[in-house]
């Protein structure tokens, strides 16, 4: 195969519900769950609907969204009516691809980021809201110590050290001072300066990129520091409840019911699922709560058969190796260039080159030179090693 037809395909845009996307194994569909809460009800629900349109398999994405994996074409009305019954389908396709918000999972109904995110959520159905391109999304989160640093975004609403709000278009490094009655507004502004300023030709684009290439902001961007912000949380048990992790993001319609049988659920973006009224560990098929696993640190798409571009199989290849993991190295298997399961860098990425083939790239992306090309699978722990 040429490498011009190995080069993946960039799509732009991400699933949805209303506007899913063709999979190698049925249609993804993404339920973008409002402040990634579902209640038990609905949880259980989506599970349902998961075994009876779909094929029971989803993955929770990074940004706290859950997608529905093997649906059929004639499947989707059916499944669409379900989801409106569970509260969690948006009104329009419009709608859909702008509501794009990832929030703390440690927010608490009636606080600053709950009214703030209730505030943006709401002023992004309105149809004068900027049509941003369907990859662009929000971040919000008002604790002392943010943790949603790491997390993809192009506009963040986050607490300084001295406690007041800022909002930061990500890729800066300053942003500028807001309060809970400003902090929406000035979000959805700033949005509308990208368009305005040529962010998304052809309806694609970021934040970061759009500034990377030299867009000038408005002068009060560049009031405040960024806040430092905290780690990100592990599995297990926090103060906050229990953090179930979720092996490559990956879970089944039964670990949805099983963890549902605990509490309310909070979608993180870190393929953990947190139920905060939780207080003891359990025991939840699929899932792990040992923080130390070097499961943590293993990434891998869906990889083949499941994702059409995919080269080669991924996730059988990830958990063979993840023993073999140094402490504190990180390892990437990605079935394509694409990179979708990690777009940054890792220690250790393999990207599949053909159904039993991998190349090596050391400290860097699935799209950057390797150090070795073409390792057959078992001839990967030698490398490794
Ligand atoms: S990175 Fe993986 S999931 Fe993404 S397009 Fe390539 S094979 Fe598919």
């Not at 799509?11 to 999979?23: D, E, H, Q, T, Y």
Request: aromatic share 6%; with cysteine.
């Amino acid at each position: 195969m040429s490498a011009a037809s190995n080069a993946p395909i960039v799509k732009g845009w991400c699933p949805g519900a209303l506007r899913p996307m063709m999979s190698g194994d049925g249609l993804v569909v993404r339920i973008r769950a409002p402040f990634g809460y579902l209640s038990q009800e609905q949880a259980i629900g989506v599970a349902d609907l998961s075994d009876r349109y779909g094929s029971g398999q989803m993955d929770l994405s990074a940004r706290a969204n859950l997608q529905l994996r093997g649906v059929s074409e004639g499947n989707h009305p059916d499944l669409l009516s379900g989801l409106r019954e569970l509260n969690l389908l948006d009104p329009s396709l419009e709608v859909e691809a702008r509501r794009n918000i990832v929030m703390t999972p440690y927010w608490e109904i009636g606080d600053e980021t709950f009214r703030i995110a209730t505030r943006l959520n709401d002023a992004l159905q309105a149809e004068t809201a900027p049509q941003t391109p369907g990859k662009f999304g929000y971040a919000v989160d008002c604790s002392m110590a943010p943790v949603l640093g790491d997390c993809s975004a192009d506009i963040r609403i986050e607490r300084c050290e001295d406690g007041r709000l800022i909002c930061r278009p990500d890729g800066h490094a300053f942003g500028a001072w807001v309060t809970e009655n400003s902090a929406a507004q000035t979000a959805l502004e700033l949005a509308q300066w990208f368009l305005d300023t040529g962010g998304a030709p052809e309806n694609r684009g970021r934040m970061r990129a759009h500034l990377a290439k030299g867009a000038v902001l408005p002068e009060k961007f560049s009031e405040v520091p960024a806040p430092l912000g905290a780690a990100r949380p592990c599995p297990g048990m926090s103060e906050k409840g229990v953090f179930f992790g979720l092996e490559f993001g990956a879970l089944t319609s039964n670990t949805l019911r099983g963890l549902a049988s605990l509490g309310p659920l909070r979608l993180t973006p870190w393929r953990m699922i947190l139920v905060n009224s939780c207080t003891k560990p359990a025991e939840i098929p699929g899932t792990y709560l040992d923080p130390e696993t070097p499961l943590q640190r293993a990434f891998a798409c869906t990889g083949a058969p499941h994702c059409p571009q995919a080269l080669g199989p991924t996730r059988l290849v990830a958990r063979s190796l993840v023993s073999m993991l140094e402490p504190g190295q990180n390892l990437h298997v990605s079935g394509c260039a694409k990179g979708c399961a990690l777009p940054g860098k890792a220690d250790l990425t393999l990207c599949a080159t053909g159904p039993d083939r991998f190349d090596l790239i050391r400290n860097g992306r699935a799209s950057d030179t390797a150090a070795m090309e073409n390792i057959s699978a078992s001839a990967l722990p030698k490398y490794l090693s």
